[in-house]
């Protein structure tokens, strides 16, 4: 058994199938293999397998929209409200600890 490869008219690969060792190729087949790992679509150029080449991604840097500028407004806000509550707290705890203090005394001067 063997493998047969095929393309199109555009020489792009467009399958493969089992054949017995005496097949004879036809137009547009051939027995040599996709190379392992080949990006698709794979074509047929200058007698081999060429696969495509790998996409390239870019980066590209862009204007915030409306909605960016919303959502780092909102950020803006939240760690200014997460710095106040911070604040609070130290508060709270200050006033907690002159109010122990407080009754501290309170009991000190009942003796």
Known sequence: MKIVNSWNTENIWN?????????QLKVNETFDLIPQGANQPVKRVNDSWVGADQPKFEIKEREPT????A???????LAQIQKTQATQAQAINALGLQLAASQQNDVNETK
């Open 15 to 23: 399958g493969s199938k089992y054949v017995n060792d005496d097949y």
């Open 71 to 77: 959502l780092n407004a909102l950020g803006l806000q």
């Open 66 to 69: 409306a909605g960016d500028k």
